[in-house]
Structure formats: C-alpha cells, structure tokens
C-alpha cells in the first residue's frame, strides 16, 4: 500500500536538544490526520523536514513514495505555516498568482484558480489590496488560499484556526472535508483538540519528539473508556478490591467514583463489590473520553512514566 | 518560468526599499554636481592632456562614480534580498514549492541585478544627455563600459550574497564595500601607465591584485572604454578571475543555502 506520508525514524537534533526522537508515522490517502502535542513537543519541526525546510538529522521519510528531498515530491502539496508571513507589498491577488506560478499551474488555468480560491474564502473584496494592510484573520485567510491553489493532493496545516474567527472555523471545517471528499490528504496540526475531534480520522500524540500514540479516536479512548459511579458508604476495602479488576486506581471525587475496568462486563464485577462491601449504589453508567481527556491522560501518563 | 516569478517579486521587493531612490539621488546629485565641476580648464601645453583627454578624463570621473553608487546599490539589495527572507521567514512557503533552492537564490540574484542594472543604465543615460548638451557630441562607448560593468555587479551579488548567509546583514554591505574599494586600488599601478613610473607595486599588493575578486580591473578597464575599446589582452585576466569568483560564489552559496534551516 502507498502511503501519502511515510516517516521512518526521523531524528532532528538542535545542539544537545534531541526535538524529534526516531519518529515514525504513516498517513494513508486521503484521510485527515491529526498531530498533537503539547507546546514545544517538535510537531512544527516534523511538519518542516516533511517539507525539507530542515534538514533531518537522521532517518528517512517520503511523500506519495518520493523522497522528501526530492522536489517532485513537493508538487501537488500545500502549506500553512503556523504564522504565515508573506510579502507586505503584494498585493492579495499577486501573492496567489506568484504561489500559483511556483506551483507549476498552466498559466492558462492561474486566472480561473485565483478566483476559485478567492471565492472559496471570501476575500473578493481584499484582492487588490496589499498584505501589509491585512488583520490577522485575513492574512491567515490569505495563506489559506496560496495553500489550495491548484488543488492539491496533500495538505499541511500548521494551527490553522490561528486568527480565524468562529464563522471562518466553520468554513475551514466544511472546505477541509470537501478537499478530503475530492481525494486530499490532510496533515493537521492543532492545539485545538475540539477542531481535530470534529475533522481528523486518525491521530498521532507527540510528547518531547517522541510519537507516544497513534490511531483512531476511536481506538485511543476505548482504552480511555470508564465507569462513572454514584456511590454511598464508599470506603478503602471496597477500593481495593474494584482496584484487582482495573487497568489503573480508582480516582475520587465526592460520591462520585472513576473506576477503569480492564473488561467491559467487569462493570457487573464493580457492582457486586459495591453491594457486598456495604455500599449504596445511586448510579452507573460508561463514559468515554473527549479527544481534551485522553490527551490531557495519555500526556500526563507519558510525564509521570519519564520521571 | 518560476526563475521569473521569483525575481518579478524580489523586484518589487527592492523597489520598495526608499534606500534604492536615496542612493538613485545621490548619484544623480554627483552627476550634475560633475557637470558643473567638469569642464575646468587645465592650463599650460598640451603635452599631459590634450582637449580631447580633458574631456575625456571628465567622463571617466563621472564613469566612476556612477558605477560606484550603483554597486553600492547593488551591495546593498544583495546583502538583504536573501537574508532577510531567511530571517523574517517569508521564504518559508516559497521553499515548500516544488522548486529547488538554487532556484530560489537565482531569481533573487536576478531582482537585484534587474534593479542594478536598471539604476546603472538610468543614471548613465542621463549622464549621457548632459555630457552632449555640454560637449556638443556624443560617446556611445560609455555604454560599453555600462555593460561590461554589469559583470563587475554580478559577481559583487554574488559575493555579497555568499556573505549574507554567514553574516549578520547591516555588516555585509560594508564587508564588501572594503573588498571592492581594496581591489579597485590595488588595481591602479596596473593599469596606468603613468603611474607605474611612480609606483611599483609591492609583493603584497601585487598577490592582493592577483588573488582578491578583480572588481577593480574590471571598473578600470570599463573606464578605458570611453578613450578608445582596450586590447583583448587586457581582458583576459579579468575576465577569467570573473569567472572564476562566480562560480565559486555561486558553489558556495548553493551549498550554505542548502543547510541553512528555513
């Protein structure tokens, strides 16, 4: 199978400071991946060897089964760095135009593409005016269009919700599954979980450059699955004998317990306990993690594990 | 051609910097500054310089002082036209296209001398209006020079281009500036013959005119145009030290820009 991105072991060191440790990813056709990572974690740094901005340190990775040092393995790609920074004299119009023509675009198709992109963001009204004078917002929009000029095959973005406001979410939202729809691959970077829960069909948890998770939401928070229990008469026995059957302690919090059974049909375990114990059930229901829970965990885990 | 796509922007680029018109300004404050000093008269026979020479010599003056403001220019875009891309990160989306890095300094390299040259042919053409309106004739063979100058500028981008990589960029137009001036002296007793009955020129000075990037030849050898075109000869050693430095520059420069982190 091809992949659109394959990643093999890449390390990029800055100094002393190992920022991607032996990192490996796949990202089939197609899909919306999504990387996440807590500040600092190296994701920006993965995103631009990817691009052969930086130079990999060691390891290999290629695009569309190009060598990422390639320039063939360039075409048919967009980008959305983290803070867009584009030339302030140009104006809306010509900066498409230019990222057009790098693109290889046929020049009779540059036209028709501009305005394609200009409409898909809106920005009918700034086409003739000069970045220099753009608000953030729009400047994002800005990179936003150089990034689909020409329709491409794969897709990165870098934060691009940056700046935007609720309504230009929404549409970015929508045009990213549309371009997935038509067959692109999107790499998405993101602090906002919320965006990457709604939109991303995979993901991968980057902590201090190393990969620590990779999979469906689904797959990822099954292991996240928990009993959210109501209880009365709740005392330290009956903790360890519901400990016996769970993946990890139970957490408290009141009346209300957290409790990680390692098998579904354990919950009917947790109930006799409860009951034999003396304690007063008021309810019992399985909860699963948000994307926000099960990466706040998997981090939290990850940190306490290195220490 | 993406190579021009490149350069119409770093055209614009360098348009936009008010140093280009302020340098553009004190050249042509310098030519009719020039004109008005020129025509003095040189008393006594003619045996040092006749009418012609005189007029000539004016020219020359002229000649290189508009080449020099124009490399300056030139010294001065080259100095930021990459580094600054690098540093404020505009050159980031640029790279993530399919387009090589060698490419990318090409086009660059092509803004500025675009804009050179452009200054350079603007300011030698109004020189050479005037020069008819106070001489009463004309001298095509200026232009002559213009053009061999523009390799002179060429290798001087390169140069500074190669240096801005490495240094920080309010100091390399100074670097250079040193370089081109330190060559243009050390060019001098080699090509005046008069003046090689006074000066002969020591082991150094002589390894430093052999060695350095023969900017100063070659503006030198640019001014004889106005006398009359000068031996092939003479062109030879220049030219190849052109050669030379230009590649090498450009070798340089494509490895660095390789490894730089964008």
Not at chain 1, 137 to 160: N, R, S, T, W, Y
Not at chain 1, 270 to 296: A, C, D, M, P
Not at chain 2, 87 to 104: D, Q, Y
Request: with cysteine; hydrophobic share 45%.
């Amino acid at each position: 199978m091809r992949y659109a991105i394959e990643a093999v072991d890449i390390v990029k060191t800055f100094g002393d400071v190992k920022a991607l440790n032996q990192v490996s990813l796949e990202v089939q056709e197609g899909e919306i991946f999504g990387f996440l990572g807590p500040n600092g974690a190296g994701k920006s740094t993965f995103v631009k060897i990817l691009l052969n901005l930086v130079p990999a340190s060691a390891g290999t990775a290629e695009i569309f089964g190009r060598k990422i040092e390639n320039i063939s393995a360039r075409r048919n790609l967009g980008f959305l760095p983290e803070n867009i920074v584009a030339y302030p004299f140009l104006t809306v119009e010509d900066f498409i135009r230019f990222h057009a023509e790098l693109s290889g675009i046929p020049k009779n198709m540059i036209k028709q593409e501009i305005s394609r992109c200009i409409d898909t963001l809106g920005m009918g009204e700034k086409r003739n005016k000069r970045i220099g004078t753009l608000s953030k917002g729009m400047l994002q929009k800005v990179g936003i269009m150089q990034a689909i000029i020409g329709k491409p095959k794969m897709l990165f973005l870098d934060e691009p919700t940056s700046g935007l406001d609720p309504i230009a979410i929404k549409e970015l939202r929508s045009l990213m599954l549309d371009m997935k729809n038509n067959g692109t691959t999107i790499f998405l970077n993101s602090h906002l979980l919320s965006e990457i829960e709604r939109t991303c069909d995979r993901i991968a948890i980057l902590n201090k450059g190393k990969i620590i998770k990779t999979g469906s939401q689904y797959d990822l928070s099954v292991k996240g699955k928990h009993l959210e229990v109501i209880v009365e008469g709740f005392t330290d026995s009956m903790a360890l004998e519901i400990n016996k059957i769970c993946s990890r302690p139970v957490e408290r919090s009141g009346t209300c317990l957290m409790i990680y059974p390692e098998r579904e049909f354990d919950s009917i375990t947790v109930h006799r306990i409860i009951i034999e114990q003396g304690g007063k059930l008021l309810s019992l229901s399985w909860n699963t993690e948000s994307l926000e829970e099960l990466f706040y965990r998997i981090i939290k885990d990850e940190n306490i594990c290195n220490s | 051609m993406k190579i021009f796509a490149i350069a119409k922007v770093g055209f614009k680029e360098c348009l936009g910097y008010k140093l280009v018109y302020f340098i553009f300004l004190m050249a042509l404050l310098f030519i009719l500054l020039g004109r008005s000093c020129s025509p003095g008269e040189i008393t006594g026979n003619d045996i040092l310089f006749d009418a012609q020479a005189r007029q000539n010599l004016a020219m020359k003056v002229a000649f290189n002082g508009i080449v020099l403001w124009s490399i300056m220019l030139c010294g001065l875009l080259a100095a930021n036209i990459l580094s600054k891309e690098l540093e404020e990160g505009t050159a980031v989306i640029t790279l993530s296209r399919p387009i090589s890095r060698a490419l990318f300094a090409a086009g660059k390299l092509l803004s500025v001398l675009m804009v050179s040259v452009l200054n350079l042919f603007l300011l030698g053409f109004i020189f050479f209006v005037l020069f008819y309106f106070e001489a009463g004739y004309v001298n095509y063979n200026i232009f002559a020079g213009f053009f061999l100058m523009i390799l002179n500028m060429l290798m001087y981008a390169l140069m500074l281009l190669l240096c801005s990589l490495y240094v920080p960029r309010f100091i390399t137009p100074m670097i250079g500036i040193f370089i081109y001036l330190t060559s243009c002296w050390t060019a001098l007793p080699f090509y005046f013959s008069r003046l090689k009955l006074l000066w002969i020129p020591s082991d150094t000075i002589t390894n430093m005119h052999t060695y350095l990037p023969r900017f100063g030849d070659l503006q030198l050898i640019s001014a004889s145009y106005i006398d009359s075109a000068p031996p092939l000869n003479d062109l030879t050693g220049p030219l190849a030290s052109v050669l030379f430095y230009c590649l090498a520059f450009w070798f340089l420069i494509l490895s660095g820009f390789k490894k730089k982190q964008v």
